[in-house]
């Protein structure tokens, strides 16, 4: 069956990055982008970037350029999502998913809470 | 950037009840519109894709309709598990904006 596991829990100061994993299985890993959304506490759901796990290409929002970045690893079917520059905003769980023809997002990892505190 | 605007932003309903979720595009997205539920401490789960398709597994009493700006979410007969946060979002064109979403509450 489809699964995409994230890593666990982080906590980081401002300024601090993070990343944040994704391993996936049952599927053919290149055959479906990986998107991440996030939601900040109290918020709603927020549409950050995606990768193509085929070729490596990335597309984010603008909001995050500069900031993110989003890579595979096709020996592990394995997305990652780093973020740089942590500010207090950013505290949020933040999710993994796989995108279907569409671009729906069909299955979703099981969410990582990224916290930034000083 | 593509603004998705979903009204109501809550709504109190009974089990057995029908409601509709409306969501606007600031631009043409064609079908390219999605739904989903989310609830507490999960992840959250795909109901409706290109506006009117079912996604596997999920109840019929669930059903999407609308093209071009406007869609439209329903549910037939709630349910009590069908209380959640319903969102729509758009992928026409990058950023994938999600609606603000609509918190659908037990009257």
């Known amino acids: 069956q489809v699964q995409l596991v994230q890593s666990g829990a982080e906590l980081k100061k401002p300024g601090a990055s993070v990343r944040v994993s994704c391993k996936t299985s049952?599927?053919?890993?290149?055959?479906?982008?990986v998107h991440w959304v996030r939601q900040a506490p109290g918020e709603g759901l927020e549409w950050m970037a995606w990768i193509n796990p085929n070729t490596g290409g990335t597309n984010a929002a603008e909001k995050f350029q500069g900031r993110v970045t989003m890579t595979r690893d096709t020996s592990t079917s394995t997305a990652y999502m780093d973020l740089t520059s942590l500010r207090s905003g950013d505290t949020a769980i933040y999710y993994c998913?796989?995108?279907?023809?569409?671009?729906?997002?069909?299955?979703w990892g099981q969410g990582t809470l990224v916290t930034v505190t000083s | 950037d593509i603004q998705m605007t979903q009204s109501p932003s809550s709504l109190s309903a009974s089990v057995g009840d029908g409601v509709t979720i409306t969501c606007r595009a600031s631009?043409?997205?064609?079908?390219?519109l999605n739904w989903y539920q989310h609830k507490p401490g999960k992840a959250p789960k795909l109901l409706i894709y290109a506006a009117s398709s079912f996604q596997s597994g999920v109840p019929s009493r669930f059903s999407g309709s609308g093209s071009g700006t406007d869609f439209t979410l329903t549910i037939s007969s709630l349910q009590p598990e069908d209380f959640a946060t319903y969102y729509c979002?758009?992928?026409?064109?990058?950023?994938?904006?999600f609606g603000q979403g609509t918190i659908l509450e037990i009257e």
């Open positions: 631009h043409t997205i064609n079908n390219y």
């Open positions: 998913a796989r995108a279907e023809s569409h671009q729906q997002l069909d299955f």
């Open positions: 979002q758009q992928t026409y064109s990058v950023p994938f904006s």
């Open positions: 049952g599927y053919t890993f290149g055959h479906y982008f």
